[in-house]
């Protein structure tokens, strides 16, 4: 039996099909969360020569674009490698939006375009911004016509990622999936997590399938991909056109490589190969050289510290070499540290399945007085709720 996207059940043969976002086509209908402070141009390079996929530059403020801001300005930076220019975008004013994704496409010759209403951080969601916003329906609809609208003459498509909702008594998954149809998205991504679930727990896979039921744009799964097989048994299991790869890729970057191989247009059913700590230590110094390009040696090897403990998970490299890795500020100093870790340690399997990156544990969502009294929005959203951090 032969099981495609769309379809439910279990299957001896998986045969995908590409993400189709509007004009666009992504062969294999896979997709880089942004993270801030991960998904530079350096690692999103990394990832685009280990395998196909769409990698989205890391998270970026409306009002910053707009404004000019140097630092939002400087993160449009785009890799060759990079055959699709795609942009993760965030905001709270849908006029700002507009104008944000106009510079975007104008200026920078972006093609892709996704709006960010996932993230749980007690800052953002107090003011009424990330994971709180899609409970106020008349400003969700408003942000995504607006931005929308903006991107048409140019033909890019807009997307939108959002949670299960608030927490379980404020689930707004559903009705955000017919507003972003009703607003012409060209697909909508689910972190099947919850705000108040933060990252702790497992994500409710079944949740996609029916906002998949529910739509008839595509639908993307986020949350506990940590391997390819994760990635197939997701897409069997709900029906969903592709998924978003966060966490699971920090320190990992041939996780890229695993997932074109199960989702690209020839799966290989002989599973992924495990690197070995030479590999491993070799795709190490490629990241590090590739941020050095970008930010020159010394800064770069600073940025590449915060790497080296993804990297080197579960594997015996030796509290001292740990220790001394997390302060390396030159390639000499890498490539000395790297030199005295044993090339043939075989990859810890352990490790393989396990949650990487931030969990944190369930809490309350942080709101505005009164932001559950109404789905709809009197007034504004405080612009202080329009900030740089990056998670969904």
């Not at 690692?43 to 630092?71: K, P």
């Not at 048409?152 to 972003?180: F, S, W």
């Not at 500020?329 to 399997?349: K, Q």
Request: net charge negative.
């Amino acid at each position: 039996m032969v099981t495609e996207p769309g379809t439910q059940g279990s299957s001896d043969v998986f045969l995908p099909r590409p993400l189709r976002l509007g004009d666009l086509e992504v062969e294999v209908p896979v997709v880089l969360a942004p993270m801030a402070g991960v998904t530079n141009v350096a690692f999103r390079r990394l990832c685009a020569e280990q395998g196909a996929g769409l990698y989205v530059c890391e998270m970026i403020t409306s009002r910053g674009l707009v404004e000019g801001d140097a630092t939002s300005l400087s993160m449009l930076t785009f890799a060759d490698n990079e055959s699709v220019r795609s942009v993760q975008l965030y905001g709270v004013d849908p006029d700002v939006m507009g104008r944000a994704v106009e510079v975007l496409c104008a200026d920078h010759g972006v093609e892709h375009v996704d709006l960010n209403f996932g993230c749980p951080v007690p800052k953002i969601t107090r003011k009424g911004g990330g994971a709180a916003l899609p409970w106020k329906a008349n400003l969700l609809g408003r942000i995504l016509e607006s931005t929308v609208a903006a991107a048409q003459p140019y033909g890019v498509p807009v997307t939108m990622k959002t949670r299960l909702g608030i927490d379980e008594d404020h689930l707004t998954y559903l009705d955000a999936g017919h507003i972003a149809e009703d607003a012409g998205c060209a697909a909508i991504a689910l972190h099947a997590r919850t705000a108040a679930q933060h990252y702790s727990g497992h994500a409710r896979w079944e949740t996609i399938g029916e906002l998949k039921a529910a739509v008839s744009i595509p639908v993307l799964g986020n949350g506990d991909v940590w391997e390819a097989g994760d990635a197939v048994r997701m897409m069997q299991s709900t029906g969903c056109d592709g998924v978003v790869v966060g966490r699971g890729c920090l320190g990992r970057p041939w996780l890229f490589r695993d997932l074109a191989a199960a989702l690209g247009p020839s799966p290989d059913a002989s599973g992924p190969v495990l690197p070995t700590l030479g590999e491993v230590t070799s795709v190490m110094r490629r990241h590090a050289e590739l941020l050095g390009d970008w930010l020159g040696e010394e800064r770069g090897c600073v940025e590449f510290r915060k790497h080296v403990a993804w990297y080197l998970k579960g594997f015996p490299a030796g509290s001292r070499v740990r220790s001394e890795l997390g302060g390396v500020s030159s390639y000499a100093a890498l490539d000395a540290l790297l030199a005295d870790l044993d090339p043939d340690e075989p990859y810890p399997v352990a490790e393989l399945g396990t949650p990487r990156g931030r969990q944190g544990s369930p809490r309350t969502v942080a709101l505005p007085d009164g932001w559950l009294s109404s789905r709809d929005l009197v007034g504004t959203v405080d612009a202080g709720a329009e900030d740089a951090s990056s998670g969904g």
